[in-house]
């Protein structure tokens, strides 16, 4: 039973841009608290971004601080993740995550153990 569809993946230059969607079906994941993970060849899964329930908080790994900005739109069931000024070390699978369980409503989920629903992952490349 599928619940969670990333799209927007591809290959991008070095400074370019992309936006990724995360689209959720079913009550398990609609409205919960989401959140964006990568992993890159060779390496752990890691923490990129994460949203809380509502949309008025995110958080946001250091290394794409002021780079990367997470939304969602509840009324479809969505997150996004617009990505700019892309480097080559972002070049990696994003994966979207969804915690189906009890949350707290003004918090935002940061590890992966917080989420028990995943997408499939999408592929961004940046490369010149």
């Known amino acids: 039973q599928v619940q969670l569809v990333e799209s927007g993946g591809g290959v991008v230059q070095p400074g370019g841009s992309l936006r990724l969607s995360c689209e959720g079906f079913?009550?398990?994941?609609?409205?919960?608290?989401k959140g964006w993970f990568r992993q890159a060849p060779g390496k752990e899964r890691e923490f990129v971004a994460a949203i809380n329930w509502s949309g008025r908080s995110a958080y946001y790994a250091d290394s794409v601080k002021g780079r990367f900005t997470m939304i969602r739109d509840n009324a479809n069931d969505t997150v996004y993740l617009q990505m700019n000024s892309l480097i080559p070390d972002d070049t990696a699978v994003y994966f979207c995550a969804a915690r189906a369980g009890r949350f707290a409503v003004s918090r935002v989920y940061r590890t992966e153990d917080d989420y028990d629903i995943w997408g499939q992952g999408t592929q961004v490349t940046v490369s010149a």
């Open positions: 079913g009550r398990t994941v609609s409205q919960k608290p």
